[in-house]
């Protein structure tokens, strides 16, 4: 019954440095058009958004003014038409507007009052899932592995610590 404790100890232990060493990554708040009040005509939204990746929980700040535009979430053939009616959802609120990016999928934004058609505001983003980068292996073996490891040291001390994990439980 001992050694049955201390290898589920191990393991337990293992899973914990492993579950540590899963990445994750900060929301990114994206200012649309690029400035802080550039939600506005005759700006190239389409080639802002070709520069920049979109995960899910990042989030977009317009800025604008809202006296004279508004922002649209909208579905893609509201997008392609710009068409104001039957809107997802109208993200205007004070000028300096935030909309968080929950799910991996496209998103579609117009501007009302006409100044999708006139200025084109608009924007299409696309949301991406996060998936962290694995640790390199090179070649399958532990030296090549424990090079790569070190170019990132973070990971080294987790990949050193799971592999005395790992030991210590075979040889109990």
Not at 35 to 47: A, E, I, L
Not at 66 to 82: A, E, F, I, K, P
Not at 120 to 139: D, F, H, R
Not at 151 to 165: Q, T
Request: charged share 15%.
């Amino acid at each position: 019954m001992k050694g049955f404790l201390i290898k589920l100890t191990c393991l337990l232990l293992l899973l914990l440095v492993t579950a540590e060493k899963t990445e994750s990554r900060e929301p990114v708040l994206h200012r649309v058009g690029g400035g802080r009040f550039s939600w506005k005509p005759n700006v190239n939204f389409t080639d802002w958004a070709i520069h920049e990746q979109f995960f899910v929980g990042d989030w977009l700040y317009f800025g604008f003014n809202r006296q004279l535009y508004s922002v649209l979430q909208v579905n893609q053939t509201s997008y392609d038409n710009c068409i104001e009616q039957d809107f997802i959802n109208n993200i205007t609120k004070g000028g300096r507007d935030v909309f968080n990016l929950t799910r991996p999928k496209p998103y579609y934004f117009i501007s009302g009052r006409g100044y999708c058609s006139k200025g084109g505001m608009k924007v299409a983003i696309n949301v991406q899932e996060y998936i962290s980068a694995p640790l390199p292996v090179t070649n399958g073996s532990f030296l090549n592995t424990v090079s790569s490891a070190s170019e990132f040291p973070g990971k080294l001390y987790l990949f050193v610590l799971a592999a005395a994990f790992i030991i210590a439980c075979v040889l109990l």
